[in-house]
């Protein structure tokens, strides 16, 4: 069942700055965190230590005063930018409505998360690739096959079943539904859990949103 969602709706469910959720789901693993680290604090150096040189010899030099700063609060700003540019590519599409229908099928697959190079014992470079089992949740209604939702696998989602009930917001680029563009993280109420790879809702919101129109 899909219920379109009226004027002005879909920028509430959908924040364009992100929330508490959204900042820790883009701050990443313990790696990209090292990674912003490095950049804000080599980079908040170097322009420090230039706009010292420049400060008052040149014209430019607090503009590289201002960079430094920037630099140094990466490790703040690079997950906000991330997700509003993840949340926009939501907001942008002119159709959404509320979803609801039920698990059709569930299935876990291997998905590489990244790779990376490093010596063996031998002194070899060997390519070394980190795994993790996703699960995968195919959603329908009584018009048939809507689509999928994917998400890292953890211990609370094996109680996830086919025939459960599940909550989404579907986007599309005709209004007519015809075809659909991306659905958003999902809401299982018999578990009262939420699952998806990111988590793009405002959940206090759309739950409020399901009690009004689907009771």
């Given amino acids: 069942m899909l219920i379109p969602l009226r004027e002005g709706e879909l920028?509430?469910?959908?924040?364009?700055?992100?929330?508490?959720?959204?900042?820790?789901?883009?701050?990443?693993d313990p790696r990209k965190i090292l990674q912003r680290v490095l950049i804000s604090v080599i980079g908040g150096v170097i322009a420090l230590l230039i706009s010292q040189t420049l400060l008052f010899s040149s014209q430019i030099g607090p503009v590289f005063l201002v960079a430094g700063f920037v630099f140094l609060l990466y490790v703040l700003w690079?997950?906000?930018?991330?997700?509003?540019r993840r949340n926009a590519t939501l907001r942008r599409y002119p159709a959404a409505?509320?979803?609801?229908?039920?698990?059709?099928d569930r299935f876990s697959r291997e998905v590489v998360e990244n790779r990376r190079?490093?010596?063996?014992a031998a002194g070899r470079l060997e390519l070394v690739e980190n795994r993790r089992t996703w699960l995968c949740l195919e959603i329908e209604d009584e018009d048939g096959y809507l689509g999928q939702i994917r998400f890292p696998m953890e211990k609370k989602h094996q109680v996830i079943r086919p025939g459960m009930v599940v909550r989404a917001l579907v986007l599309s680029e005709r209004r007519d539904f015809s075809r659909i563009g991306a659905i958003s993280d999902a809401w299982l109420p018999q578990l009262k859990l939420w699952v998806g790879e990111y988590p793009y809702l405002l959940r206090p919101a759309f739950e409020?949103?399901?009690?009004?129109?689907l009771g």
């Fill in 208 to 213: 409020e949103l399901c009690l009004r129109r």
């Fill in 78 to 84: 690079g997950p906000i930018i991330e997700a509003g």
């Fill in 97 to 104: 409505a509320l979803f609801e229908g039920v698990v059709a």
């Fill in 11 to 28: 920028f509430r469910l959908i924040p364009a700055v992100a929330t508490g959720p959204q900042f820790s789901a883009c701050s990443g």
């Fill in 117 to 120: 190079e490093q010596a063996d």
